[in-house]
Nanobody
Framework: EVQLQASGGGLVQAGGSLRLSCAVS????????IAWFHQAPGKEREGIAC????????VYSDSVKGRFTIASDNAKNTVYLQMNRLKSEDTAVYYC????????????????WGQGTLVTVSS
């Protein structure tokens, strides 16, 4: 059974940093695409970052490019999202999700999900 566990959210001041973690089990980590999505109240779920560990290929949404970095630690079966220069607009529940081989910005294309972790950025 595939399981993903998101953690690391919390309350942070605007301009600050947080690192989220996604612990993955039950799949071939090096041949999977692991993505981070966020969803704010009243908003659509949005893909913001994705990594394919097989070739270290990464993609980012325009809203986080240059501020967030996604990375994988295959030995620990964990994917991280380093979030820097946080803005109030980043306040949302953050989810990690998995699918086979390639990244996709559409949340409907992901087969497995973590439970989400809340990030709140104060002004």
């Amino acid at each position: 059974e595939v399981q993903l566990q998101a953690s690391g959210g919390g309350l942070v001041q605007a301009g600050g940093s947080l690192r989220l973690s996604c612990a993955v089990s039950g799949l071939t980590f090096g041949n999977s695409a692991i993505a981070w999505f966020h969803q704010a109240p009243g908003k659509e779920r949005e893909g913001i970052a994705c990594i394919v560990s097989d070739n270290d290929d990464t993609v980012y949404s325009d809203s986080v490019k240059g501020r967030f970095t996604i990375a994988s630690d295959n030995a620990k079966n964990t994917v991280y999202l380093q979030m820097n220069r946080l803005k109030s607009e980043d306040t949302a529940v953050y989810y990690c999700a998995a699918r086979q081989r390639v990244c996709n910005s559409d949340w409907l294309q992901y087969s497995d999900w973590g439970q989400g972790t809340l990030v709140t950025v104060s002004s």
